[in-house]
């Protein structure tokens, strides 16, 4: 990541801070993400960054929000859209430009201070990786590659104890008639199916438990195969996950 200071490679490189935290409309957005497809100097910077960012909250326990505090959220956000014209637009979707409610003037304001914190977040997100690592009821996340041309996807394995999810975020759907499926290969043997097959919302998002008994798994992939699954695959792996 480039240091505070130091003259940048590329004048759009302050922009990549933006650019992982959503803060740029949608016509900036497209601008640089095309920008990134050139320049390899922007191209890392902005992995590094979203390295950092989807790590911070590695270590942090979850909890379950209560029914009443849920409904609360999800009210005050569909009157909100409501008063801003927005009722059409479906839930979970995103609204460039925007970030947590605040107007682009006032997000690019930020933008500065949330680059730093991701920077700073390099060596909170190690401590907490150390602390998981302590305890076997921690929560082990492991980030897979993902051959998603086009979009910003993640995908991580979250493994507790012998239980593993298969997590992913901003993943295109399935072309029309597939569905994901999930394999376990060990070694140099060939990929085994599994009875895990999966899709993703409006907005992406999307899990599934991996089943299965993965001793000697080295490897978790998703292909997308036709409806119903696959005994073998049909498709190259759009995601790969090393364990």
Excluded at 81 to 89: H, K, T, V
Excluded at 90 to 101: D, I
Excluded at 216 to 239: A, N
Aim: hydrophobic share 40%.
């Amino acid at each position: 990541m480039s240091s505070p200071g130091q003259e940048p490679d590329c004048e759009r490189l302050p922009d990549c801070a933006a650019y992982v935290l959503w803060a740029l409309d949608e016509r900036e957005a497209e601008i640089h993400g095309t920008h990134l497809a050139e320049c390899p100097t922007c191209r890392v910077e902005v992995l590094q960054l979203q390295l950092v960012a989807d790590s911070l909250a590695v270590g942090v326990s979850r909890a379950r929000a209560h029914q009443s505090l849920r409904a609360r959220i999800v009210g005050t956000a569909y009157a909100e859209a409501e008063l801003r014209g927005a009722s059409r637009q479906e839930p979970g979707s995103v609204t460039f430009g925007r970030l947590g409610g605040l107007s682009v003037s006032w997000t690019r304001r930020l933008v500065p201070a949330l680059a730093g914190a991701l920077v700073l977040g390099v060596g909170l997100a190690a401590g907490a990786l150390a602390f998981s690592s302590k305890s076997s009821e921690k929560t082990e996340v492991i980030r897979a590659i993902v051959a998603a041309p086009g979009h910003r996807a993640t995908a991580e394995l979250r493994k507790v104890g012998a239980q593993l999810e298969l997590v992913v975020v901003r993943m295109p759907a399935p072309p029309p008639g597939r569905i994901y499926e999930v394999w376990l290969e060990r070694g140099t043997e060939a990929p085994e199916p599994t009875d895990a097959l999966f899709s993703v919302t409006t907005t992406g998002n999307g899990s599934v438990g991996v089943p299965g008994n993965l001793h000697g798994v080295s490897k978790v992939l998703v292909t997308d195969e036709p409806l119903g699954g696959s005994p073998k695959p049909t498709r190259t792996p759009v995601i790969v996950g090393s364990i």
